[in-house]
């Protein structure tokens, strides 16, 4: 399963990604607000998709993480992902890091919008969420910008680096997404 944009070509995870993905998660920037931190090395990585990788040859997975690259040069910007909820909740739950030299591009929006559509079109959900740690300005900014609406706060459930952090809790319906659209 893969998407393209106007400039980025997305594709499920494959094990020749991991070493790129290993690198993102190793700048601070990108490890600050997401529970994973800096992985120690490449093998923590890799422990940790695999079965992401195994979950995309599935017919049906309920975890999704595709890769995101340019389409002019093949150079990797980032990984999306999506975590289906059982059947009968119709929902997911997205999540998202780009590597911070393609931050600032709208590459981010772009993928958002593209797994929306396909969330919404293809899959036929009811609602989408995601989570956001109450520091994390861009990512909230992005959020909304694509139409999330703020549902609330979950206080002091995020465990990064030896504290707990409150996460805003962001969410969009079926009719919010087609009355953008």
């Known amino acids: ?41 490449f093998s923590i990585t890799k422990k940790m998709f695999q079965p992401l990788i195994e979950e995309g040859l599935n017919p049906q997975p309920k975890n999704y ?8 040069t093949n150079k990797f910007v980032g990984e999306i992902g999506m975590n289906l909820k059982p059947a009968k909740y119709s929902s997911a739950e997205i999540h998202y890091s780009l590597h911070p030299r393609f931050w600032g591009n709208g590459y981010a929006k772009v993928t958002v919008k593209q797994i929306l559509k396909y969330s919404f ?18 990512s909230i900014k992005l ?15 995020l465990p990064l680096r030896g504290k707990w952090y409150d996460n805003y809790h962001y969410a969009m319906l079926e009719e919010d997404y087609k009355a953008l659209n």
């Open 1 to 41: 399963m893969k998407f393209e944009t106007k400039r980025l070509a997305m594709n499920l995870i494959t094990i020749k990604d991991l070493e790129e993905i290993h690198e993102m998660n190793s700048f601070f920037e990108v490890s600050e607000f997401n529970t994973i931190g800096i992985p120690k090395d």
């Open 65 to 72: 993480v595709w890769v995101i690259r340019l389409k002019t």
């Open 121 to 138: 079109e293809s899959l036929n959900l009811h609602r989408i969420e995601a989570g956001v740690t109450t520091g994390n300005t861009n």
């Open 143 to 157: 959020l909304e910008v694509v139409g999330f609406l703020q549902e609330g706060v979950r206080r002091k459930i």
